[in-house]
C-alpha cells in the first residue's frame, strides 16, 4: 500500500504562482508513474501532468502545458506540481495518484493510489 500526501493548496491571484507537492510513503517502490488530476466544482476530475520515476518523462494536459511543471525528489519519495501564470479556470481541488505499470497515463482508472487533495483557488 502507497501513502499520498499533498500540500501546498492555497489562495492565489490570477497570474500568481503555487508550488503543489505530494509526498509518497509505503510501497513506493510499487510506483512507476506520479500523475496529478484536478476536480472543479460539478465537473469531472481531469488529468493535468504524469511523471514516470525511472527517467523524468513527462506528459501534460493542453491545458497547463507551458504554464504548470511537473518534477520529482526521488530522495524525498516527493513530486512537484509547479504552477505558474494561474486563471480562474485552475480552481479545483487537486489530486496525487500513482500508477503501477511504468507507461504515462491520463486515464483515471489506470491510477490505483490517490492522496486525499489539496484546494487550489485562483481569484480574478
Known amino acids: 500500500q502507497v501513502q499520498l500526501v499533498e500540500s501546498g493548496g492555497g489562495l492565489v491571484q490570477a497570474g500568481g504562482s503555487l508550488r503543489l507537492s505530494c509526498a509518497a510513503s509505503?510501497?513506493?517502490?510499487?510506483?512507476?508513474?506520479m500523475g496529478w488530476f484536478r476536480q472543479a466544482p460539478g465537473r469531472e476530475r481531469e488529468f493535468v501532468a504524469a511523471?514516470?520515476?525511472?527517467?523524468?518523462?513527462?506528459n501534460y494536459a493542453d491545458s497547463v502545458k507551458g504554464r504548470f511543471t511537473i518534477s520529482r525528489d526521488n530522495a524525498k519519495n516527493t513530486v512537484y506540481l509547479q504552477m505558474d501564470s494561474l486563471k480562474p479556470e485552475d480552481t479545483a481541488v487537486y489530486y496525487c495518484?500513482?500508477?503501477?505499470?511504468?507507461?504515462?497515463?491520463?486515464?483515471?482508472?489506470?491510477?490505483?493510489?490517490w492522496g486525499q487533495g489539496t484546494q487550489v483557488t485562483v481569484s480574478s
Open positions: 495518484a500513482g500508477k503501477p505499470w511504468a507507461t504515462l497515463s491520463r486515464l483515471i482508472s489506470s491510477y490505483d493510489s
Open positions: 511523471l514516470r520515476w525511472s527517467d523524468g518523462a513527462r
Open positions: 509505503g510501497r513506493t517502490g510499487s510506483v512507476h508513474v
